[in-house]
T-cell receptor
Framework: QKEVEQNSGPLSVPEGAIASLNCTYSDRGSQSFFWYRQYSGKSPELIMFIYSNGDKEDGRFTAQLNKASQYVSLLIRDSQPSDSATYLCAVTRSSNDYKLSFGAGTTVTVRA | NAGVMQNPRHLVRRRGQEARLRCSPMKGHSHVYWYRQLPEEGLKFMVYLQKENIIDESGMPKERFSAEFPKEGPSILRIQQVVRGDSAAYFC????????????FGQGTRLTVV
């Protein structure tokens, strides 16, 4: 079983719609959760992090964490063509841990 | 404030040659991490270094790979006797001395072994 699993996609959504990305993790001891955006051929860019159960909103992005279900998601509201990228879910075992475990990523395409 | 700088951006090596990848962390960052991204796969942790110390190399292949972060100069990831399977994007990330802070990634070095 992979430590962090994501649907590979591609996830295609029309401009202005909500894109919903899911991530599950196997280590129940995981404490910190991150979403990175990676454009093709570019470096990963941190867009959200969440430590506590519930929702965390930042602009058009909302991260949702459910530790009991070992599930973290990312919602992108009012999707724009510039949101077309691969979104990587990453976890660490504690807020002090340095080692990120990444999922393989979900490719999102926003249709104009 | 420059970000994490990696060079070269692209590197082509023939099988059996050595590859040297360099990483200069962000100003004020003393922690460096190397990750490898194989085609169609997520990033995999390789090694964590602080100045003059290897803290965790649990993700490094046992042979041919080494890393260093000298007192002066960039961190170096060295791959000896490269094979085709080493072809990948190698990303360096850095973070400040405080634990639990986010890591910032460089643009990566794309290694192609021919």
């Amino acid at each position: 079983q992979k430590e962090v699993e994501q649907n590979s996609g591609p996830l295609s959504v029309p401009e202005g719609a909500i894109a919903s990305l899911n991530c599950t993790y196997s280590d129940r001891g995981s404490q910190s959760f991150f979403w990175y955006r990676q454009y093709s051929g570019k470096s990963p860019e941190l867009i959200m992090f969440i430590y506590s159960n519930g929702d965390k909103e930042d602009g058009r992005f909302t991260a949702q964490l459910n530790k009991a279900s070992q599930y973290v998601s990312l919602l992108i509201r009012d999707s724009q063509p510039s949101d077309s990228a691969t979104y990587l879910c990453a976890v660490t075992r504690s807020s002090n841990d340095y080692k990120l475990s990444f999922g393989a990523g979900t490719t999102v395409t926003v249709r104009a | 404030n420059a970000g994490v700088m990696q060079n070269p951006r692209h590197l082509v090596r023939r099988r059996g040659q050595e590859a040297r990848l360099r990483c200069s962390p962000m100003k004020g960052h003393s922690h460096v991490y190397w990750y490898r991204q194989l085609p169609e796969e997520g990033l995999k942790f390789m090694v964590y270094l602080q100045k003059e110390n290897i803290i965790d190399e649990s993700g490094m292949p046992k042979e041919r790979f080494s890393a260093e972060f000298p007192k002066e100069g960039p961190s170096i990831l060295r791959i000896q006797q490269v094979v085709r399977g080493d072809s990948a994007a190698y990303f360096c990330a850095s973070s400040p001395p405080r634990q639990g802070t986010e890591a910032f990634f460089g643009q990566g070095t794309r290694l192609t072994v021919v």
